[in-house]
């Protein structure tokens, strides 16, 4: 099933039918729609056939099979306690996970942010990427830009965090959210990237 996985995501990424691949392989339809479907092993002949077709190393039909993929699992008030700009705003950080070095070219920060009398308005922060914020508890008003949305428990804003953002009025303490930021992986390696 992994194989066949990954021969219909080279074949979608080329923008190919399933009868283009056919006549470039000389393997029929109904063939190709099995190993995509994962009804059938490909022999090692076939496999080379479709590398050969799709412009990818063998290799590439067995990478998502074989490949640990990462799980982060953090108890509750176990998050890593983490100093970020605002925790000079008074601002408490806890990162709720982080898997460096995946596949998927993104990374993503998941944090609890907690808000006390002790806190401070911090509407300024700008970083790379986008930012999604979900209200757990209290209530605030945040800006994004030139805007301002009153949150409270149960509300969402989703937002390109390159703009200015960031809690202008904090309303009903103690106020906690969710922020899950996100931007592309930043590649590092001889080739440039």
Do not use: C, W
Request: aromatic letters at 8%; zero cysteines.
């Amino acid at each position: 099933m992994a194989i066949g996985h990954e021969v219909r995501a080279y074949r979608k990424r080329l923008g190919i039918t399933v009868s283009d691949l056919a006549g470039a392989t000389g393997l029929s339809v109904g063939m190709l729609s099995k190993i995509e479907n994962g009804n059938i092993s490909p022999s090692l002949t076939t496999l080379q056939s479709l590398s050969k077709a799709l412009g990818v190393p063998l290799t590439a039909f067995f990478r998502g099979f074989e490949e640990p993929r990462n799980a982060i699992f953090v108890k509750a008030g176990e998050g890593v306690n983490m100093e970020r700009r605002g925790t000079r705003a008074g601002h408490q950080y806890s990162l709720l996970g982080h898997i460096d070095n995946n596949s998927s070219g993104v990374t993503v920060e998941p944090y609890l942010i907690t808000l006390t009398t002790e806190s401070d308005v911090f509407p300024t922060f700008q970083h790379e990427g986008m930012e999604f914020l979900y209200m757990l508890e209290g209530a605030v008003t945040y800006r994004h830009g030139d805007r301002t949305f009153d949150m409270e428990a149960g509300d969402s804003l989703f937002f390109d965090a390159d703009a200015p953002h960031g809690p202008s009025v904090l309303t009903t303490l103690p106020a906690r959210y969710l922020s899950i930021i996100s931007y592309p992986t930043k590649r590092t390696g001889g080739d440039g990237q």
